[in-house]
């Protein structure tokens, strides 16, 4: 229980500070979008590439992980599916309901639960580097597929889907510095065999910011969300979101024969809450912004909760 309460309290701090911080002021409206910006195009990256180019892993396992939360992700979506046919949701509401109910936050809390959890876990650093590469390498590929079936989920949801509509896709995707500083990771590490104590010292420098920075903004966007939609389809897709998700992914764990600590980094993706971007790209896309802000905020809530559980059950 220490372990839970040592790994999700900084991580909900920050997050509660930033919307203290916020409320009160302290931090404008300016500040806070710089903080985000920062933490995505330039802190996160960094902790990436180095995590990727540092890191040495089994591709098998890899395929792996992501297998288990490829099928608890897709398992989840085709639930909220069936709830909107369900309860006879117009078109552009289900979009945005099955869209806020598997795009998850895995950059910035996902990995972050499973770095904090690392750093507090005992283990030696021989054995958490190839962890965190892991971790890694299953975020980016989460990142690329939620981002693609999202913009898809949306169009289709306003029968707007065609060859034009694959163009937000592909440019999402080429410019998310996530995943460019991932593939560069990927690319280093197979040209060079270590990284150079300047590189190494200067990247986990500027990567140190990052998730701080991160957890800030989010709690300070999340305070600023006003709840107008209906809280019957945001609560219900927040539980998909952190609970359904991560059930289905737990049951086909035994299927892939994962080891405790590898299903736990399938497992806390899974958990996460939805993506505070989900906003953005709902509101580019003709959603419904407000029910997915009243998605964000309930799932954030709500995943403390199962993320906790998750810990108890993978990384105890």
Known sequence: MDHIVTTLAPIFILIALGATLSKTRFLSTEVVDGLTRLAYWVGLPCVLFYKVASAHYDCSTAAKV??????????????AYLVTRGWHMPSQIAGTFIHGSFHGNLSFIGFAVILF?????????????????????????????????????????????????????????????????????????????????????????????????ALLGIGATLIQS?????????????????????????MVIPIFGLQKDHAMI???????P???????VSSR?????????AIIVISTLLSLLSLSTVLAIYAG
């Open 66 to 79: 992501y297998g288990v939360f490829f099928i608890g992700f897709v398992a989840s979506m085709f639930i």
């Open 117 to 213: 959890h690392l750093a507090h876990s005992g283990l030696s650093q021989e054995r958490i580097a190839p962890l965190e590469g892991l971790a890694a390498i299953t975020m980016v590929l989460g990142i690329i597929t939620h981002n693609a079936i999202a913009v898809t989920v949306l169009l289709i949801s306003q029968h707007h889907f065609g060859f034009r509509s694959l163009q937000p896709i592909g440019k999402g995707l080429i410019t998310n510095p996530l995943i460019v500083a991932s593939l560069l990771g990927l690319l280093y590490s197979a040209i060079f065999s270590s990284i150079p104590p300047i590189l190494t010292v200067s990247l986990k420098a500027i990567g140190q910011l990052a998730l701080p920075a």
């Open 226 to 250: 006003k709840i107008t939609a209906n809280l019957t389809r945001a609560i219900t897709a927040s539980v998909i979101k952190v609970a359904i998700a991560p059930l289905c992914g737990a």
């Open 266 to 272: 399938a497992m806390v993706l899974l958990a996460c």
């Open 274 to 280: 939805t993506a505070v971007a989900a906003f953005v």
């Open 285 to 293: 896309l003709g959603g419904k912004p407000e029910l997915t802000t």
